[in-house]
Nanobody
Framework: VQLQASGGGLVQAGESLKLSCVAS????????MGWFRQAPGKEREFVAR????????MYTDSVKGRFTISRDNAKNTVYLQMNSVKPEDTAVYYC????????????????WGQGTQVTVSS
């Protein structure tokens, strides 16, 4: 299983950015996928997740109302739309997938992508 994240870059505070993550092979099935991030000198933290079948979502408090996670089941792709970004959103963003409900519910994803850098300037 491979997760390929893309879409990171350098943006100014208040701007928008959209991250994408494609899971392969196409036969890969997942209970849910999510986005995590790790800022320099900090531990990796949960950002958002989405149930692959139901589409229900969950966000960490600091991004609620600004970020939106979505998925395209046909393309095996999960997205993270980031609006009104702030300098504190600067981090390497990782997409991840969970193969069962227990892992998904506990945010202990068992598949990880390589990460994409997001830098927000003030």
């Amino acid at each position: 299983v491979q997760l390929q994240a893309s879409g990171g870059g350098l943006v100014q505070a208040g701007e928008s950015l959209k991250l994408s993550c494609v899971a392969s092979p196409r036969t890969f099935t997942t209970y849910g996928m999510g986005w995590f991030r790790q800022a320099p000198g900090k531990e990796r933290e949960f950002v958002a997740r989405i149930d692959w079948r139901l589409g229900s979502t969950m966000y960490t408090d600091s991004v609620k109302g600004r970020f939106t996670i979505s998925r395209d089941n046909a393309k095996n792709t999960v997205y993270l739309q980031m609006n009104s970004v702030k300098p504190e959103d600067t981090a390497v963003y990782y997409c991840a997938a969970a193969s069962n409900r227990a892992l998904y519910a506990s945010k202990n994803m068992n598949y990880w992508g390589q990460g994409t850098q997001v830098t927000v300037s003030s």
